[in-house]
């Protein structure tokens, strides 16, 4: 529960130099003491450490624990070494508060890949060198022990520590000799004692919790949320008070097992693409908490305004499709020779009739509709698709393991996509297309289904470099078109970064829209990024 370290990382436990803030896309200064600095030729980023960021144990904390820290992934290898030691020469300390960001430099001494560089500063902890010294000596410098420590005793920097664990809830408790109460950055403590994460079976239990006051905050999927206020009169909220109630930022997709039979044809793909009943999606799964195709036609970019300014709309245009376009996924099928010869309702490819396994995880209850109306889709258009739900345990080890074949019963299979973050919507073309994944025992990072395209792969390498915003949505919009003419994978809805509904019986002033915070809250549950914010504006209902 403590190390989510996604686009906003998590900094409830553990902190970040910087935070990032998806309503402006500005980064602000955590552990970092004003902006960070490009040197003029790109080539290094450097910033400082306030004075009076603290660990818990009441030393300061320096530029030599952000170097140990970087030092450390690449010597034991960690997913976060691993990930940015191909941009990320080394990172050093030059004195006891400053930092600099060495750029892994390409053969024409430019840097690699820039976003990723500024990235690592607001997405990745620092850790106290002195308890990673410790972990060493305790572990023998073995590798595999490192990695698998529980770290009990870990030293943190931010406002909260752990409490208690169990299976049914987390529970971290306030550090009061917290730093961040100097003046130069809250200037205060956090307003809860503690933060506790309760765990249910699924979102049916989570949501009686939240109607019963047992609930804050809401990071689950609540169908049909206005109810809640709007017919059982509650004290519940959402961050915009109509549909789709959240901010969309990602966008949860359906991939295409590009090694079953027949879905290594474009054709298939995109029959099923174009014929599923979004709208559907959206009303029943969604319960109207995304935005419709027809709002905002789908491409690689989410619904925020400055994503949906960094490709040509009309260029693509005849490439879009708002769904349940059945007939026209009959022609496209039947253009490409793929009919039912046999009579007995179901299209052949190579003599085999086309049948698919659809896959999410079980007890995801809006996902799992999804693809049941995907599976629906097929029916219409003689694509004979099953739904199969395992539990999540095993659902993400398959799926992420790009070393070996996707399994029978993974032909189509849900995952979500990047949100909004500092390095978008580069990184969700990049998750969605690139070709880098593919054989990585590991991944989490994208393209799961194994699409191969150079053509896009040298566009997604070129993008972090370039500066021009004309040549940046030239590219972009290259991208969009060959995603939707090849269909590698398809859209099903848009989605919050996280679902945040409050329930305010007991703590009041949660962000919303307008609520006239500078810089704006986001509704990232207050743990997340600049969201961790939210925390310091809360006020008991009756203190």
Known sequence: MAIAQGDNARVVMFETPYLYNMLDGKVYPLLADGDYTWNDAGTELTFKLKSAAKWSDGTPVTAEDVAYTWASHVKYNTPIGAANADYIEDIVAVDPQTVVVKAKLDETGKAVNPLLVAAYVSSNYVMQKAWTETLEARVGDDATAFLADPAEDVVYSGPYAKYFADDSKVVYVRNDSYWGQDASMWGKLPAPKYLAHAIYKDNAAGTTALQAGEVDVSQQFNSNVQDLWLKDNLPISTYLPDAPYGIGASLPTAWYNLNSPGLDQVAVRKAIAIAVDYPTIIANAMTNQSATFTQVPRSLM??????????????????????????????????????????????????????????????????????????????????????????????????????????????????????????????????????????????????????????????????????????????????????????????????????????????????????????????????????????????????
Request: hydrophobic letters at 35%.
């Open 302 to 543: 989410n619904p925020t305004e400055g994503e949906q300014a960094m490709y040509d709309h009309a260029a693509v245009a005849d490439l879009q499709w708002a769904g349940n376009d059945v007939e026209g996924a009959k022609k496209l099928l039947d253009d490409a020779g793929i009919v039912d010869s046999d009579g007995d309702g179901w299209r052949e490819y190579d003599g085999k009739n086309l049948s698919y396994v659809a896959t999410c995880p079980n007890g995801w209850s809006d996902w799992q509709a999804a693809i049941e109306v995907v599976a629906a889709a097929g029916k219409e258009i003689g694509i004979d698709i099953t739904t199969n739900f395992p539990e999540w345990s095993v659902y993400q080890t398959v799926v992420t393991k790009s070393d070996t074949p996707l399994p029978e019963g993974y032909d189509i299979f849900m995952m979500g996509s990047n949100g909004a973050g500092p390095t978008q919507p580069w990184g969700r073309a990049r998750q969605l297309m690139s070709s880098e994944f593919i054989g990585m025992p590991s991944n989490w990072n994208g393209n799961f289904g194994g699409y191969n395209n150079p053509d896009a792969d040298a566009v997604i390498q070129a993008i972090p470099a370039e500066t021009d915003p004309a040549k940046l949505n030239e590219m972009y919009t290259e991208l969009v078109k060959t995603y939707l003419t090849d269909v590698p994978s398809f859209t099903l809805m848009y989605r919050p970064q996280s679902f945040h509904t409050v329930n305010e019986s007991v703590w009041t002033n949660f962000p919303h829209e307008g609520d006239g915070t500078n810089p704006p809250v986001p509704p990232l549950n207050l743990t997340d990024g600049w969201s961790i914010a939210g925390l310091y504006n809360l006020t008991l209902v009756n203190p």
